[in-house]
């Protein structure tokens, strides 16, 4: 067994559904998302089932509705990002490589020059989420890097836009 820090995100989701009455959120309706590193948080929250703290209620789920990743760390094997820092146990943490079906809708951007985090990876993740009949869209930004949402205007305005229609196409905005 690794630590990693996915066993906190997943504490965290299983508080959150535990306690959704006191927030007033609905605990069918959670999206999780993020950036680079915390994209690959967000979907190992869904995705990397046996990574839990020790003596961690997992009677109630910690897997979000939804997933909105911006150029996530999606693939730790050799060819992505960080196989190197991980060693042997990449495998347990790549996204890429615990793909199954019954995932949650996932919308992905990702830049097609991005030297962080492969775009290939993204590829990859988007064709085994469609192969496993999981809802999965890609939006390539052509030529751009690593965090070009944060760094282009208008990919930032056309990533929000795409977001705002995945939401509200399944089902968590009017």
């Known amino acids: 067994?690794?630590?990693?820090c996915g066993e906190d995100s997943r504490s965290a989701m299983h508080y959150l559904?535990?306690?959704?009455?006191?927030?007033g959120i609905d605990p069918q309706r959670i999206v999780a998302g993020g950036g680079s590193?915390?994209?690959?948080?967000?979907?190992?929250?869904t995705l990397f089932s046996d990574i839990d703290e020790a003596g961690e209620d997992i009677?109630?789920?910690c897997a979000a509705q939804a997933l909105m990743l911006l150029y996530p760390v999606i693939d730790t094997s050799a060819e992505g990002y960080g196989c190197n820092r991980i060693g042997s146990h990449w495998r347990d943490i790549s996204p890429l490589h615990q793909v199954r079906p019954g995932l949650p809708p996932t919308i992905l951007f990702h830049g097609t020059a991005d030297s962080t985090t492969p775009f290939s990876g993204a590829q990859r993740f988007h064709q085994a989420m469609t192969a496993a009949e999981n809802?999965?869209?890609l939006h390539p930004w052509?030529?751009?890097q690593h965090a070009h949402v944060r760094m282009i205007r208008a990919a930032y305005e056309d990533a929000i836009g795409k977001m705002e229609t995945f939401l509200a196409r399944n089902g968590f905005r009017p």
């Not at 067994?1 to 990693?4: G, K, L, T, V």
């Not at 559904?17 to 927030?23: C, L, M, N, T």
């Open 1 to 4: 067994h690794i630590y990693y």
């Open 17 to 23: 559904r535990r306690h959704a009455a006191e927030f």
């Open 37 to 45: 590193a915390g994209a690959h948080v967000a979907v190992g929250t």
């Open 59 to 61: 009677t109630v789920s």
């Open 135 to 137: 809802s999965c869209e």
């Open 142 to 144: 052509p030529g751009g």
